[in-house]
């Protein structure tokens, strides 16, 4: 059983920077594929960002390539998402995941967090 529990929400212009936490309990953490995804008001949650359970290797979406990056802290179980240059639409309530498999549906993944509001006005 893993549990996760993501902070660092909040409100930030457009342009600016926030940096999402989530940290997991559990002896394992290394062994889990975590990832990040968001859900904007009446749309379907959607993949953001993932990586290995060693951090090696890391995936994103197209819609925020190069703006966010994915880390995690396994001493610390501890995984990060660094929003940059954020935008308006990339409001959503962002959550974050822990899973097995290296993928970016959500079904992949077994244990998710509360969630945690990022709002960006324009």
């Known amino acids: 059983q893993v549990q996760l529990v993501e902070s660092g929400g909040g409100l930030v212009q457009a342009g600016g920077s926030l940096t999402l936490s989530c940290a997991a309990s559990g002896r394992t953490f290394s062994t889990y594929v975590m990832a990040w995804f968001r859900q904007a008001p009446g749309k379907d949650r959607e993949f953001v960002a993932s990586?290995?359970?060693?951090?090696?290797?890391?995936y994103y979406a197209v819609s925020v390539k190069g703006r966010f990056t994915i880390s995690r802290d396994n001493a610390k179980n501890t995984v990060r998402l660094h929003m940059n240059s954020l935008k308006p639409e990339d409001t959503a309530v962002y959550y974050c995941a822990a899973g097995r498999v290296y993928t970016t549906t959500l079904g992949g993944y077994e244990y998710w967090g509360q969630g945690t509001q990022v709002t960006v006005s324009s």
């Open positions: 990586i290995s359970g060693s951090g090696g290797s890391t």
